[in-house]
Nanobody
Framework: QVQLVESGGGLVQPGGSLRLSCAASRSIFSINAMGWYRQAPGKERELVAVMTSLGDTNYADSMKGRFTISRDRAKNTVYLQMNSLKSEDTAVYYC?????????WGKGTLVTVSS
């Protein structure tokens, strides 16, 4: 099993930046892939960014150039740096881990982009 705990959400003005963190309960290098998803009110959950254990990354088109996924091996933590935030980025952001053919999810952290 993998437990995931997100942090770093909050209120930010349009154009601002925020960094989300996801702490995993096991070595992130033992996990096939870790990523971030988000769900806005009234919408389905969607992929934001994902990183494999080898370090390969993939981003949703609307996040390319603005969001960056990274990791810290020593802390078993994955980050999502979000820049140039827009009101449409407002959502609950969930950390995901794909491990031994199962998906694990954190409880989510709310990001609100508003002036």
């Amino acid at each position: 099993q993998v437990q995931l705990v997100e942090s770093g959400g909050g209120l930010v003005q349009p154009g601002g930046s925020l960094r989300l963190s996801c702490a995993a309960s096991r070595s992130i290098f033992s996990i096939n892939a870790m990523g971030w998803y988000r769900q806005a009110p009234g919408k389905e959950r969607e992929l934001v960014a994902v990183m494999t254990s080898l370090g390969d990354t993939n981003y949703a088109d609307s996040m390319k150039g603005r969001f960056t996924i990274s990791r810290d091996r020593a802390k078993n933590t994955v980050y999502l740096q979000m820049n140039s935030l827009k009101s449409e980025d407002t959502a609950v952001y969930y950390c995901n881990a794909y491990y031994l053919d199962m998906n694990y999810w954190g409880k989510g952290t709310l990001v609100t982009v508003s002036s």
